[in-house]
């Protein structure tokens, strides 16, 4: 087996670059997007379409059914789960934008003490009521964790804080945590674009979704019971949920969600540059160079990872 990283922002292309070489050389393809992985998303995730999803195999889409909240270790589980179920001599594809996931399957993490069920429910109230005042208790007790955390990330900042109320410093942790090497050989791309480009390329992106559905669809998990459920506080339906609850239009969610991706972007980008095994093609003129590149790395002969 051997396996290919298709990594970048949103809205770069990957699955499309993914699908297309999949088609080429015999490849299946398996997720590595943290909301894609739920089921009820397939707008607001950009989930490749059904169309797209049966002409080559793929894996760790919408499986995930709600109000089950996963997390990254979980996901680990599951994509090797996926991995030792595929042919031996498989080719496989990962993609997504997601860089903690990808860090989580490519090199381990750090094993997380138990949190009790009280901890983690107050530190999910407070942090909806007062985000600031959460954030500053992090700076306070873990300045390190703080600094690398997006405020606006939820979901890590009350696993960071529930761990550190509970005695444990995640910095820490992280600290004595020894990467596991990924056992098969292993090729990383990314796929990159100039600013002003994926600029444009994320309001098409967004200007279709809600053409789809992006309400009707938030609206639907909404009456189902789910406005707690995390994915629903992620880029593309917290905005939407809050238009529906404060009956903002259609021109408010398109430039509300345009600017909260635009900024999902630049911290997706930020990510993948500080890892510089990553080979980046240019999403308007380097699909071909990709595509050889893969290629050569799937047709070549030997076990050892790609350099």
């Not at 600031?132 to 306070?140: D, I, N, T």
């Not at 910095?171 to 002003?196: A, I």
Request: net charge negative; glycine share 8%; proline share 6%.
């Amino acid at each position: 087996m051997k396996v290919v990283f298709v990594t970048g922002a949103t809205a770069t292309g990957k699955s499309d670059w993914a699908l297309r070489l999949a088609e080429d050389s015999g490849a299946v393809i398996v997720n590595c997007d943290s909301v894609q992985v739920y089921e009820g998303l397939e707008i607001g995730s950009g989930l490749p379409t059904r169309e797209e999803r049966s002409r080559v195999p793929h894996h760790l889409y919408a499986y995930v059914k709600p109000p089950r909240e996963m997390t990254a270790g979980d996901f680990r589980a599951d994509f090797f789960q996926q991995l030792r179920a595929l042919p031996a001599d498989s080719r496989v594809l990962v993609v997504g934008g997601t860089g903690f996931y990808f860090q989580a399957v490519e090199k381990g993490m750090f094993p997380a003490p138990a949190v009790a069920a009280e901890i983690h429910e107050r530190v999910r109230v407070e942090l909806l009521a007062d985000p600031e005042s959460a954030m500053e208790e992090l700076r306070e007790g873990d300045p390190r964790t703080a600094a690398r955390l997006n405020p606006s990330d939820h979901y890590r900042v009350a696993r960071a804080l529930e761990l550190l109320r509970a005695g444990h410093r995640p910095s820490e942790l992280q600290d004595n945590f020894q990467p596991e090497p990924f056992p098969f050989p292993l090729l990383k791309t990314g796929v990159s674009w100039p600013r002003e480009a994926l600029r444009e390329r994320i309001r098409r992106r967004v200007a279709g979704m809600i053409a789809r559905g992006l309400r009707e669809e938030t609206r639907g998990l909404l009456e189902r019971g789910l406005e707690n459920w995390a994915p629903l506080a992620s880029v593309g339906y917290k905005e939407t949920v809050r238009a529906l609850r404060d009956g903002f239009d259609d021109e408010w969610l398109l430039e509300e969600i345009c600017l909260r991706t635009g900024q999902l972007a630049k911290r997706q980008e930020t990510w993948f540059k500080r890892d510089r095994d990553i080979q980046v093609f240019s999403g308007d003129v380097g699909f071909a160079s990709f595509r050889e590149s893969a290629l050569r790395f799937f047709d070549r002969d030997g076990t050892l990872e790609s350099p």
